[in-house]
């Protein structure tokens, strides 16, 4: 009587396990930087960080029953959000300081090469203003840049919905 042999496990050989990962490398190498392209991110995340502060705007000015704006300075890359008095407002996360509530696009090493195309919000105004019910006094958009890669962010006129477009 002839012994049973040990019986095969399936799986696979050290072999084919390379030739995979080989496969998946190649691949990576090709597919991740045209994801990642350089300052695609960095605009990304400043659009991202524009419909924040809109909807953060038009939610205090819903909570303090006062008017809110975002004002654009596209010659200077930055904007901030006010009262109704023009006074910007103040965010306790960004530190000591009062009056604080501007992202500055050339400052922000986050947005390095980012660039405000446009803001319009009725009659060529760079304000976007919310009354004390969270509308819009205007709608309009705003448009970014980095490298030819461009987003509008839209802001409807009555119901103050905020959308965003790849141009």
């Not at 006074?87 to 306790?92: G, K, P």
């Not at 980012?114 to 819009?136: C, K, R, W």
């Not at 205007?138 to 448009?143: F, I, K, P, Q, R």
Request: charged share 15%; proline share 4%; net charge negative.
């Amino acid at each position: 009587m002839t012994p049973n042999p040990t019986p095969r496990t399936a799986g696979y050989t050290l072999v084919e396990v390379l030739i995979i990962v080989a496969i998946l490398g190649i691949a990576a190498a090709i597919i991740v930087p045209h994801m990642l392209a350089a300052g695609t991110l960095g605009v990304q995340a400043a659009a991202r960080i524009i419909i924040s502060d809109i909807l953060f705007a038009q939610n205090d000015a819903i909570a303090q029953q006062r008017n809110r704006k975002v004002v654009f300075d596209p010659a200077n890359e930055r904007y901030s959000l006010t009262d109704e008095a023009d006074v910007i407002l103040s965010a306790n996360w960004k530190g000591g300081t009062t009056n604080n509530y501007t992202v500055d696009f050339i400052a922000d090493s986050r947005f390095q090469g980012v660039v405000i195309v446009s803001a319009n919000f009725g009659g060529g105004s760079p304000t976007l203003e919310f009354d004390a019910l969270g509308s819009p006094l205007n709608g309009g958009t705003v448009e970014i840049e980095f490298q030819g890669r461009r987003y509008r962010v839209t802001v409807a006129s009555f119901t103050g919905r905020v959308t965003v477009d790849l141009l």
